[in-house]
């Protein structure tokens, strides 16, 4: 079992900056194309089947039941508000100035931020009601795919890869080369029959009028997620375990920056959205489509860390922008 400590798991922060830099060029090359499912030629659509559940199973991975239970529900709500909430209300008041006229949702144009939140604020709340950990699993994604909010839909569908996260934590050190890899064939069986349109997370799921075709979609999704979320993550740890050190390292320090790039990269994405429809550009051939996007999503990255880098030294800045505030060295 991997301890839950305060120094940083170098495969998580790996697995954490592959999966917010997929966002990014999905995004990117939705805004080329003006399609929401792209016709990319090196991957499809094959990442967005596994991209969110990795950020969810990354959370769920270090999620510190234990420390929970010491921690005051006042407390607790007051560091995720602090963490969570104050930097995406910062930044979906700068994404609305880059959008507009258009009309952003508060809770769902950052849906994975809003959606982390509740089901942790959740979890936290169960804590002092069971002991057993399974069922605090059990009771929270029960009562979260009971919530009627629309604003909420996904995370009855997200919270579940929390949990995957959390058990992968206590038997990850039994998964070996052989059976990633057989994780992984089973995860191209499944996306041969992957339908994007039909099962990709932004589809919703409500308990009360769920029926039996969305009930498998759900099951399918949850299924092709888990088995490509876990394959992405124990392959990394095991080449980290072979070739520790350079540009390995420096890529895991990337990690920690991942909450600015998230909602930054929306707002670039936007922005960008925004010159291409000004002048009248569009690209759509697969290949083409393909490069101008990864070119465009490495210059977003090299963006987006520049701006944590300018930011990090201003406290103020730091809380209200999510960025990881750093000591300044005089």
Same mark, same amino acid.
């Given at each position: 079992?991997?301890?839950?400590?305060?120094?940083?798991?170098?495969?998580?922060?790996?697995?954490?900056?592959?999966?917010?830099?997929?966002?990014?060029?999905?995004?990117?090359?939705?805004?080329?194309?003006?399609?929401?499912?792209?016709?990319?030629?090196?991957?499809?659509?094959?990442?967005?089947?596994?991209?969110?559940?990795?950020?969810?199973?990354?959370?769920?991975?270090?999620?510190?039941?234990?420390?929970?239970?010491?921690?005051?529900?006042?407390?607790?709500?007051?560091?995720?508000?602090?963490?969570?909430?104050?930097?995406?209300?910062?930044?979906?008041?700068?994404?609305?100035?880059?959008?507009?006229?258009?009309?952003?949702?508060?809770?769902?144009?950052?849906?994975?931020?809003?959606?982390?939140?509740?089901?942790?604020?959740?979890?936290?709340?169960?804590?002092?009601?069971?002991?057993?950990?399974?069922?605090?699993?059990?009771?929270?994604?029960?009562?979260?795919?009971?919530?009627?909010?629309?604003?909420?839909?996904?995370?009855?569908?997200?919270?579940?890869?929390?949990?995957?996260?959390?058990?992968?934590?206590?038997?990850?050190?039994?998964?070996?080369?052989?059976?990633?890899?057989?994780?992984?064939?089973?995860?191209?069986?499944?996306?041969?029959?992957?339908?994007?349109?039909?099962?990709?997370?932004?589809?919703?799921?409500?308990?009360?009028?769920?029926?039996?075709?969305?009930?498998?979609?759900?099951?399918?999704?949850?299924?092709?997620?888990?088995?490509?979320?876990?394959?992405?993550?124990?392959?990394?740890?095991?080449?980290?375990?072979?070739?520790?050190?350079?540009?390995?390292?420096?890529?895991?320090?990337? @990690?920690?920056?991942?909450? *600015?790039?998230? =909602?930054? +990269? &929306? %707002?670039?994405?936007? #922005?960008?959205?925004?010159?291409?429809?000004?002048?009248?550009?569009?690209?759509?051939?697969? @290949?083409?489509?393909?490069? *101008?996007?990864? =070119?465009? +999503? &490495? %210059?977003?990255?090299? #963006?987006?860390?520049?701006?944590?880098?300018?930011?990090?030294?201003?406290?103020?800045?730091?809380?209200?922008?999510?960025? *990881?505030?750093?000591?300044?060295?005089?």
């Amino acid at each position: 079992m991997a301890q839950i400590t305060n120094r940083r798991l170098a495969y998580i922060d790996i697995s954490k900056v592959l999966a917010m830099f997929l966002v990014t060029w999905a995004h990117c090359a939705q805004q080329l194309c003006g399609s929401l499912f792209p016709e990319l030629l090196i991957s499809k659509d094959a990442f967005i089947s596994f991209n969110m559940a990795v950020f969810m199973i990354a959370s769920g991975y270090v999620m510190n039941i234990p420390k929970m239970r010491e921690t005051s529900l006042v407390l607790f709500v007051y560091q995720k508000v602090v963490r969570l909430l104050i930097p995406m209300s910062t930044w979906f008041f700068i994404w609305s100035i880059v959008v507009y006229p258009k009309h952003l949702d508060y809770w769902s144009a950052y849906w994975y931020l809003s959606s982390m939140f509740v089901c942790l604020v959740t979890i936290k709340f169960l804590t002092a009601v069971f002991s057993s950990d399974m069922m605090i699993a059990l009771s929270s994604m029960i009562i979260l795919s009971l919530m009627p909010f629309h604003s909420f839909e996904r995370i009855c569908y997200m919270v579940p890869f929390l949990w995957v996260g959390y058990v992968l934590r206590h038997i990850i050190a039994h998964i070996n080369i052989k059976i990633t890899f057989l994780l992984s064939i089973l995860y191209c069986f499944m996306y041969y029959f992957w339908d994007v349109q039909f099962s990709v997370y932004i589809s919703p799921l409500h308990i009360w009028e769920t029926n039996v075709n969305e009930l498998l979609s759900a099951v399918f999704r949850l299924g092709i997620g888990t088995i490509g979320g876990v394959s992405v993550i124990s392959w990394i740890r095991i080449v980290m375990k072979h070739y520790q050190g350079g540009w390995m390292n420096h890529i895991a320090s990337y @990690g920690q920056y991942t909450l *600015v790039f998230y =909602t930054m +990269s &929306f %707002v670039l994405n936007s #922005l960008l959205s925004r010159i291409l429809w000004h002048f009248g550009i569009s690209c759509t051939t697969p @290949g083409i489509l393909d490069f *101008v996007s990864l =070119t465009i +999503s &490495f %210059v977003m990255m090299i #963006l987006m860390y520049s701006f944590q880098k300018v930011m990090e030294h201003n406290r103020f800045s730091c809380l209200m922008l999510g960025i *990881v505030y750093q000591e300044s060295k005089i």
